[in-house]
Antibody, heavy 120, light 110 residues
Framework: EVQLVESGGDLVQPGGSLTLSCAAS????????MTWVRQAPGKGLEWVAN????????YYVDSVKGRFTISRDNAKNSLFLQMSSLRAEDTAVYYC?????????????WGQGALVTVSS | QSALTQPRSVSGSPGQSVTISCTGT?????????VSWYQQHPGKAPKLMFS???KRPSGVPDRFSGSKSGNTASLTISGLQAEDEADYYCCSYAGSYTLVFGGGTKLTVL
């Protein structure tokens, strides 16, 4: 059974940093693109970042470029999102999701989400 | 990276059909057959309902169907059931390994 379990969500002050983790199981993690998607309270979904199977390619939504870094550790079946210079508008539930081997056309499995609150 | 346009809400009675539209541009919806749809119940993670415009994953009832014409994709639900009440989001590939979601549509089953 495919499982994605996020952790690391917390309350952080504006300008602060936080790293989210996603533990994957039930599939060959190194065969898939992986993605972070976020959802602000009461709002819609927003794609945040993608990473290729070997970590050689990473892509970001404009609003987080230069502040967020997506990475992965295939040996530990883990996906990460390092967030810095956090702003109030980054407050959201962050979902880890699985892409497909050929790219990121769609996301077939999602974690339960990790809540990040940016507030003083 | 502008969000795709969806109606904020749609409604229908049990047994009826509803269609949710998702309008983008030639740079996203109209340029690729990589439109997906997600269903989200309150407090839950999104669930994939369609990939590649009209491919239904196993487990999704065939009451659900997906289509696309030009820059607009559509999700149609026939024979509405109470459990279909949820938020629905479209998503499109937008080139250069980026994606864009729609603003979401709240489906109410009357």
């Amino acid at each position: 059974e495919v499982q994605l379990v996020e952790s690391g969500g917390d309350l952080v002050q504006p300008g602060g940093s936080l790293t989210l983790s996603c533990a994957a199981s039930g599939f060959t993690f190194s065969n898939y693109w992986m993605t972070w998607v976020r959802q602000a309270p009461g709002k819609g979904l927003e794609w945040v970042a993608n990473i290729k199977q070997d970590g050689s390619e990473k892509y970001y939504v404009d609003s987080v470029k230069g502040r967020f870094t997506i990475s992965r550790d295939n040996a530990k079946n883990s996906l990460f999102l390092q967030m810095s210079s956090l702003r109030a508008e980054d407050t959201a539930v962050y979902y880890c999701s699985r892409g497909v081997p050929t790219g990121v056309d769609y996301f077939d499995y999602w974690g339960q989400g990790a809540l990040v609150t940016v507030s003083s | 990276q502008s969000a795709l346009t969806q109606p904020r809400s749609v409604s229908g009675s049990p047994g009826q059909s509803v269609t949710i539209s998702c309008t983008g541009t030639s740079s996203d919806v109209g340029g690729y057959n990589y439109v997906s749809w997600y269903q989200q119940h309150p407090g839950k993670a999104p669930k994939l309902m369609f990939s590649d415009v009209a491919k239904r994953p196993s487990g999704v009832p065939d009451r659900f169907s997906g289509s696309k014409s030009g820059n607009t994709a559509s999700l149609t639900i026939s024979g509405l059931q109470a459990e279909d009440e949820a938020d629905y989001y479209c998503c499109s590939y937008a080139g250069s390994y980026t994606l864009v979601f729609g603003g979401g549509t709240k489906l109410t089953v009357l």
